[in-house]
């Protein structure tokens, strides 16, 4: 994922349904949250590139389109 998420190499946190209704419970202590921490398994995932338009400060970067798949010779 990091090959297409950035470079400096982070990760989102994703959950499987049951993982974010515990998430979502109130009063968790650190213990907690560090269990609920782990990857998510990379077969359960799909991912494509998008458009570079999704950082820009100059246009609007609101439109469906953003979410099409782009490809970049450089990630080959």
Known sequence: MAKI???KKRMPLLFSRETERNWLTPGLTEADIQ????PFPEENMQAHTISKLITS?????N???I???V????LN
């Open 71 to 74: 490809t970049y010779p450089e």
């Open 35 to 38: 269990e609920l921490m782990k």
């Open 57 to 61: 400060r100059t246009e609007n970067s």
């Open 63 to 65: 439109v469906p389109e």
């Open 67 to 69: 979410t099409n798949q």
């Open 5 to 7: 998420h950035n470079v």
